[in-house]
């Protein structure tokens, strides 16, 4: 495989939910073995540019690589095929809640292959190990925290050795300890692998730390790309407000509204 | 002029609904034959639907057969014919009463299970991370699920009738004293097979539609509390109404 070429390629993207455009001409690289970080305010459709790689819907306009595939001209079968190359970690770990952690990491493998019992125990065993819940092995979903949760699920993205891990705002609601193990191993996994890792967050000092290249996202476009570090000089307001926090500039504090006076005085009944 | 367009919207919307769930149901049965290969996955469902409704089905098959008993005596006692009792209360009960009052319980018990747990699945993203690791979750999870309750159903509505029997004699026999020889020959020669016939192909019908609507309800439930919520009511409310309607429908094929 040509290590050159951007494992996802976007062109010219176009896609809106209900009439409202979400893209309109999203042009965006995503270079093979690095940790790519795509950021952006919140509602600028980061996890749906996510469901745009993965092919859980469907663009509007323009194209959309993944591992040299064209998602316009796939089917479900080879949908399929392209997913047993990714991983992908949910905002929640979205555990099945009616297996066990060894079981939930166990499932691809017991769904896409015909390993042997004792094969498939010592695979979860070492993906367990990798994200420190070897000891977690025979505990139900609901009796794990947040941060654990997101641990298992991760071990079971990685359990088919996939060529590509998406992680969708990994960090959200986790405590300190958490999101340091959870920053650790996205690094750690995506080197000793051999990985491309996306990760999807509003985190920017954590995610900072660990990623190659970031995309920023706003208003339907790339606003801004680069090393992080080239993100913290980058000549933009939009990309000072985001990475500075601060709370008004490009991205308005408040959502549009009539005149604040004019409506408070009103006579009118409530809204 | 504006209710009519109204109304004609909404009757546009119903068939593209109805369309929405035959195709639902197509897709379900081209999967139907890989699925059975995982046949653990359907005895789980069976044991949810089936085992798990037995308790609400067999009591509400005795008390149903108890008042058929009660309200049957009464009535035929008029014409001085309460030896019929049996014959009576067999064919209400294995026709009608049966497969009628077990599908609105499935669906008040086990259909609104379903519909709760798959919009769970639903909200909590465990359909789409089934998707995401190449899983088909129509294959591993509705069709397990819908398969089990069709299996179940027309079991239930066996028990239930039977059990119903048992109450019509407790109360017929037992209690107001009719002949128990006559109750029960009467019974045998009255019930024909095609009367159990009736009573087979109805609660199989029954448990297609239930189970049916219960997992398209939740597959397709808005993932949010109050979606679940809604597809929960909804399952119960179109269940019942699909059921009863369906009842008239095979009655009248049946006569």
Redesign the interface.
């Known amino acids: 495989m040509n290590q050159a070429l951007p494992i996802v390629d976007i062109r010219n993207l176009s896609y809106a939910i209900g009439g409202r455009p979400v893209f309109d001409g999203l042009d965006m690289a995503i270079p093979r073995g690095k940790v790519t970080a795509v950021m952006g305010p919140s509602g600028t459709g980061k996890t749906t540019l996510l469901r745009l790689i993965?092919g859980?819907v469907h663009a509007d306009g323009g194209a959309i690589e993944v591992a040299g595939q064209d998602m316009r001209t796939l089917k479900r079968k080879g949908l399929?095929?392209l997913?047993?190359r990714?991983?992908?970690l949910?905002?929640?770990g979205?555990?099945?809640?009616d297996l066990t952690v060894f079981e939930n990491v166990a499932?691809?493998l017991r769904?896409?292959t015909d390993l042997p019992e004792r094969l498939i125990r010592q695979l979860v065993l070492t993906k367990l190990q990798a994200v420190g819940l070897r000891g977690a092995a025979g505990l139900m979903p609901s009796e794990l925290s947040g941060g654990m949760s997101r641990r298992v699920?991760l071990a079971?993205a990685i359990v088919?050795d996939p060529e590509l891990l998406i992680y969708d705002e990994p960090f959200v609601g986790l405590d300190p300890i958490s999101m340091g193990v959870i920053l650790r191993l996205i690094r750690r996994l995506n080197d000793t692998l051999g990985l491309t890792s996306i990760v999807v967050s509003h985190d920017v000092e954590e995610i900072s730390t660990v990623s190659d290249t970031v995309f920023l996202l706003s208003g339907g476009k790339v606003v801004a790309k680069g090393t992080p570090q080239e993100l913290r000089c980058y000549p933009s307001e939009i990309v000072r407000q985001f990475v500075g926090g601060l709370a008004d500039g490009p991205v308005p504090f408040h959502y549009p509204a009539p005149d604040y006076f004019a409506e408070l005085l009103a006579p009118g009944e409530a809204n | 002029m504006n209710t009519l367009n109204e109304l004609w919207q909404s009757l546009i919307d119903s068939l593209v609904r109805l369309g929405a769930v035959v195709r639902f149901l197509l897709r379900m049965l081209v999967l139907i034959p890989s699925s059975l290969l995982r046949f653990d996955l359907i005895v789980a469902q069976i044991w949810n639907a089936g085992a798990l409704s037995l308790v609400i089905i067999m009591l509400s098959g005795l008390f149903v057969g108890m008042v058929l008993g009660l309200q049957g005596f009464q009535l035929l006692q008029r014409f001085g014919s309460e030896e019929a009792l049996g014959v009576a209360a067999a064919i209400g009960l294995v026709k009608e009463l049966g497969p009628v009052v077990t599908a609105l319980l499935f669906a008040g018990r086990a259909g609104t299970a379903l519909a709760s747990e798959l919009g769970l699945m639903r909200a909590t993203d465990q359909l789409s991370a089934m998707e995401m690791m190449a899983v088909d979750p129509i294959k591993h999870v509705v069709v397990p699920r819908f398969l089990g309750g069709v299996i179940a159903m027309p079991l239930l509505a066996a028990i239930f009738s039977a059990i119903g029997i048992y109450g019509a004699q407790l109360i017929g026999v037992q209690l107001m004293g009719v002949d128990s020889g006559s109750f029960w020959s009467q019974m045998r020669a009255g019930v024909s097979l095609s009367d159990i016939n009736e009573g087979i192909v109805k609660s199989c019908m029954y448990g297609v539609a239930c189970s049916l609507i219960a997992v398209y309800q939740g597959y397709y439930a808005t993932p949010t509390a109050e979606g679940v919520g809604r597809a929960t009511t909804r399952t119960v409310v179109t269940s019942a109404v699909a059921v009863l309607f369906l009842d008239y429908l095979l009655t009248a094929a049946f006569l």
């Open positions: 993965t859980q399929y095929e997913r047993r990714m991983g992908m949910f905002q929640n979205a555990l099945l809640t499932f691809p769904e896409h699920a079971r088919m």
